[in-house]
């Protein structure tokens, strides 16, 4: 069976108030060669729920409790709503700066039920699992565009 995934929309979480003063991490590698290993890692969680209703709210209130949640949590962590930043002494160092930019949220839909998705073979899952998960890597040109923590919410087609 294929299994289709459309983005349906992408926005950003920010801290619920403004982070003063900007919280600045310098980023250690021991040469330049190795930040194009360092920047392109990154590690995915899956959590599964069942829809609790029949009601019509497509994920949206579980959307608003994220995003409410997340705002909350970036006040005491804004640095995981902040961007990279190469240094101003042109080393080639790169800093994460807090600069609230947000975590990036993307909304998506995928052709296949829960149920369907939690029964496939553990090759056949980690296959669709690599299609369901959206990331774009850093772009190292301009890295403080690239925001440094994602989370997806996917809506299957049961409504889990």
Known sequence: MATSMDIECAYSTSPMK???PRLSYKISVS????????LQ????TVLCYKKQSDSEDNGLHAKGWIKESLGKALLEHPILAGRLRKSENNNGDLNIVSNDSGIR???VQISLSLVHFLELSKEKKN???????YWKNVDES???CS???YIQMTKFKCGG
Not at 41 to 44: D, E, Y
Not at 127 to 133: A, D, Q, R
């Open 18 to 20: 403004t982070t003063e």
């Open 31 to 38: 040469n330049n060669d190795h930040h194009q290993r360092v």
């Open 41 to 44: 890692k990154w590690m995915h």
């Open 105 to 107: 949220c993307i909304d």
């Open 127 to 133: 296959e669709v699992e690599g299609k369901l998960l």
């Open 142 to 144: 301009n890295p403080i």
């Open 147 to 149: 925001p440094l923590f």
